[in-house]
């Protein structure tokens, strides 16, 4: 994952209001470097935060995916949010002392992280720091709310290609390769993430895999057919998911996931 003085012209803020696109960039400098003392790595599984108890940290995902995901006292578990290469997390900790959300490793992932005082700290002295915090907060707010309407009132077709989509669309921009891209989700973890059963999930992946709209092996994803994967999921996607364009009229560098 490239960090943002290394990233092409393409747009790492999507949606921003233009004047604001400077400010984004150099609070994610400021950030991410403030940051790249503190390194640590999570093994597929691992509980990065713990839900309920005390934390004190702010992260940067330098490369992995991380769920934020509540577990029901009858261990039943929903996957409230992905977080994927390039996305602050843990940005709460500012605020709460204790933590409403487990965040878990759904891959290998690789954090830089930061105390919540010294984050308060940088955006006192720096306030594009603050905007780049304040732009991750509401595209996760925005992003939350797709998937609200897409739980409430979209069928499973629907929010599966709206989350192959979401997921390919953000590793782009995060300037990874997206012909292919790992998925690394089993069908257990979909289905709490989209409020499926595994049964439905597995359904519907072999419904979209028979009329070639998708192909996945051994957890590499392909979407072989984007504009039927894209009708699928418009009725559930909000106004700027729509209008936003697969790659945003840019072309992705090689780095890798």
Known sequence: MARSEGIASWSRFPLHRPELFADLHRGEAALTKAMSANAKTFRPGDTIIFEAEPHSYVYWLRTGWVARARRMPDQRSQIIAVFLPGDFFGVKTVFLARQPDAM???????VEFLHHRQVLQLTRENPDVGVRLWWQVCEDQRRLHSWVAGLGRGNAEERIGAMLLDFRLRLHRAGLKTESFRLPMTQQQIADYLGLTVVHVNRVLRRLREAEMISLTRGR??????RAVEQLAR?????????AGLF????PNAEQQ
Request: hydrophobic content about 40%.
């Open 104 to 110: 878990e490793a759904l891959s290998a992932v690789t």
């Open 221 to 226: 994803m392909v979407i072989t057919d984007m």
């Open 235 to 243: 009725p559930i996607q909000d106004v700027f998911d729509r209008s």
């Open 248 to 251: 945003d009229g840019e072309s």
